[in-house]
């Protein structure tokens, strides 16, 4: 994995674990009603959040298949060497074979 990858990806996992502290918090926090309606003032900052974790995740989905396309062409490519490169032995094998004048 290239370091872009990896520094997404880190990105990526500490929204997530953020995310499971904040609900776990919550959670436990669920009998003080005071802090929920202090919450309920800030929800635009939840729907800013999801939205981040959205785009973390298009931007994953599309890097994968990025990936994956440049995969099949690599194979092509390399699958067309291969073919050429048989071409030419087989070439060469029937020139040593055929009878000299």
Partial sequence: MNKRRLIFLSVF????????LFTVFMETQKND??????LFGKITLFKYGAFFGLVLFAVEAVWT??????????KEA??????VLKAKVYDLSKGSSAPSK
């Fill in 33 to 38: 009603l005071s802090l929920l309606y202090s």
């Fill in 13 to 20: 996992g500490g929204y997530h674990l953020m995310t499971l």
């Fill in 65 to 74: 298949w990025r990936d994956a396309k440049n995969a099949e062409k690599e």
């Fill in 78 to 83: 390399m699958r067309h060497e291969n073919n």
